[in-house]
């Protein structure tokens, strides 16, 4: 399973991105898909979760402004993200977890990063 990420770039205060990921590969089912995000010098960050089809989590500064959504049979989920902060500048990552068809243990595959950069 691979993951491909695009939509990143720069933005003023107060606009807006729109980041999606896609995963390619065949023969395995998605538990979950999420972002995560890491600014510099800063540990990796939970920003949004997508799991079970319907369920959506979000770190706290983020509920409100950033939408996760996700398409499951195309294997690909989004993150709309509205009134961009400065402090929202990080690189920020897919993730997926999945299992091969059948099986009961649970991978975990990185996409590759797309920087998002706001500017005051």
């Known amino acids: 399973v691979q993951l491909q990420a695009f939509g990143g770039g720069l933005v003023q205060a107060g606009g807006s991105l729109r980041l999606s990921c896609a995963a390619s590969g065949s023969g395995f089912s998605i538990d979950a898909m999420n972002w995560y995000r890491q600014a510099p010098g800063s540990q990796r960050e939970l920003v949004a979760e997508?799991?079970?089809?319907?369920?959506?989590k979000y770190a706290t500064s983020m509920q409100g402004r950033f939408t996760i959504s996700s398409d499951y049979a195309k294997k690909m989920v989004f993150l709309r993200m509205n009134d961009l902060k400065p402090e929202d500048t990080a690189v920020y990552f897919c993730?997926?977890?999945?299992?091969?068809?059948?099986?009961?243990?649970?991978?975990?595959?990185w996409g590759q990063g797309t920087q998002v950069t706001v500017s005051s």
């Open positions: 997508s799991s079970g089809g319907d369920t959506r």
């Open positions: 993730n997926v977890r999945w299992r091969y068809w059948g099986r009961t243990y649970v991978r975990e595959t």
